[in-house]
């Protein structure tokens, strides 16, 4: 059961409500609530992928005076959103202990004394209680800083693991609690310890490291393939959080010092059968969501690269020339 977690403030105004694929069931209850208050409601039906996914363009098509985003914790946008922006977090009240207990019974787990414990933003306030169980357990335990795309500590996002990253120097291995592997997934390719996920949802425990291990792989590959790319298709989403225009500028311009091409993509989402029709680049590099390369890589018909990884390019294309 999910609960809201802030009272909407704001009345007879035009809103925009935006909810994430599993809170979408909750709009018709909480736009029929705000309209019984005197405002006028509006529902974004785009699909909506994360914190930094403000459905901006719907915003000013109904000239609303701000939008509610549910379901995440508040994002720097800084000044890209030009409607003021209300998140509104939800907080799952699933029993973490079971999954403690479970990931306590796994030997590798077992040999770790000092552990690092993250989340998302549905469990953050369980998190002091699921460090006082391992704690009784013999463990001991750190919740680490947040990062700047997040906004509590222990909290990751899927492009921002600084909360294990921060104590992955100091423990034995880094234990995430909370539903899927698109969150502890970020956490283990960002750090050197081991990453346990322990999913309540599911019931399941995971060790990350085969997952790493392929990312990794695929990684090398794409950079091995880019390496004789001679045009390059630079993605810019539109998105207000992941936009990054100066920073695809500043790469097309260093491919071009470097002999090779470059032109720069704007889409609102990246799609790699729409980019299949430009038969004229031969890789591509992502400079919005890190995510899409990592989980959809092999969606895409040509190498494509992360940001850094294609400065990382440009370096090694220097050295060879
Ligand atoms: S950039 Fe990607 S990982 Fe980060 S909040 Fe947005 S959708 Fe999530």
């Given at each position: 059961?999910?609960?809201?977690?802030?009272?909407?403030?704001?009345?007879?105004?035009?809103i925009l409500l935006q909810f994430p694929e599993g809170l979408k069931e909750k709009a018709c209850e909480i736009?029929?609530?705000?309209?019984?208050?005197?405002?006028?409601?509006?529902?974004?039906?785009?699909?909506?992928?994360?914190?930094?996914?403000?459905?901006?363009?719907?915003?000013?098509?109904?000239?609303?005076?701000?939008?509610?985003?549910?379901?995440?914790?508040?994002?720097?946008?800084?000044?890209?959103?030009?409607?003021?922006?209300?998140?509104?977090?939800?907080?799952?009240?699933?029993?973490?202990?079971?999954?403690?207990?479970?990931?306590?019974?796994?030997?590798?787990?077992?040999?770790?004394?000092?552990?690092?414990?993250?989340?998302?933003?549905?469990?953050?306030?369980?998190?002091?209680?699921?460090?006082?169980?391992?704690?009784?357990?013999?463990?001991?335990?750190?919740?680490?800083?947040?990062?700047?795309?997040?906004k509590y500590d222990g909290q990751v996002l899927g492009c921002d693991a600084a909360a294990a990253v921060n104590?992955?120097?100091?423990?034995?291995?880094?234990?995430?609690?909370?539903?899927?592997?698109?969150?502890?997934?970020?956490?283990?390719?960002?750090?050197?310890?081991?990453?346990?996920?322990?999913?309540?949802?599911?019931?399941?425990?995971?060790?990350?490291?085969?997952?790493?291990?392929?990312?990794?792989?695929?990684?090398?590959?794409?950079?091995?393939?880019?390496?004789?790319?001679?045009?390059?298709?630079?993605?810019?989403?539109?998105?207000?959080?992941?936009?990054?225009?100066?920073?695809?500028?500043?790469?097309?311009?260093?491919?071009?010092?470097?002999?090779?091409?470059?032109?720069?993509?704007?889409?609102?989402?990246?799609?790699?059968?729409?980019?299949?029709?430009?038969?004229?680049?031969?890789?591509?590099?992502?400079?919005?969501?890190?995510?899409?390369?990592?989980?959809?890589?092999?969606?895409?018909?040509?190498?494509?690269?992360?940001?850094?990884?294609?400065?990382?390019?440009?370096?090694?294309?220097?050295?060879?020339?």
């Open positions: 059961m999910l609960g809201i977690r802030k009272r909407i403030e704001g009345l007879h105004l035009r736009a029929e609530k705000l309209e019984a208050e005197g405002n006028e409601v509006f529902i974004s039906a785009a699909p909506c992928f994360g914190a930094c996914d403000i459905a901006l363009a719907e915003a000013e098509a109904c000239r609303a005076d701000k939008i509610i985003h549910y379901g995440h914790a508040e994002f720097p946008l800084g000044k890209k959103a030009k409607i003021p922006v209300e998140y509104v977090e939800f907080r799952s009240d699933v029993d973490l202990k079971p999954m403690v207990l479970k990931a306590l019974e796994d030997p590798e787990f077992r040999k770790c004394a000092k552990v690092g414990l993250i989340t998302t933003v549905q469990h953050v306030g369980k998190l002091r209680e699921v460090k006082a169980l391992l704690e009784e357990n013999g463990k001991t335990v750190l919740i680490g800083k947040h990062g700047p795309k997040a104590v992955d120097g100091k423990v034995d291995c880094i234990l995430y609690v909370g539903g899927g592997l698109f969150h502890p997934i970020g956490a283990a390719l960002a750090c050197t310890k081991k990453v346990l996920s322990a999913d309540p949802f599911l019931g399941k425990i995971m060790w990350l490291d085969e997952e790493k291990r392929r990312y990794e792989k695929r990684r090398r590959g794409a950079l091995a393939a880019a390496v004789s790319a001679q045009r390059f298709g630079i993605i810019v989403s539109v998105k207000p959080g992941q936009e990054n225009l100066r920073a695809a500028v500043g790469l097309k311009k260093a491919f071009e010092r470097i002999g090779r091409k470059a032109e720069i993509l704007l889409t609102d989402i990246i799609n790699p059968e729409s980019l299949a029709n430009f038969r004229c680049f031969d890789a591509y590099v992502n400079t919005a969501c890190p995510r899409i390369v990592i989980d959809d890589y092999m969606r895409f018909e040509k190498p494509i690269l992360n940001f850094d990884d294609a400065l990382e390019l440009v370096e090694e294309l220097k050295k060879s020339r």
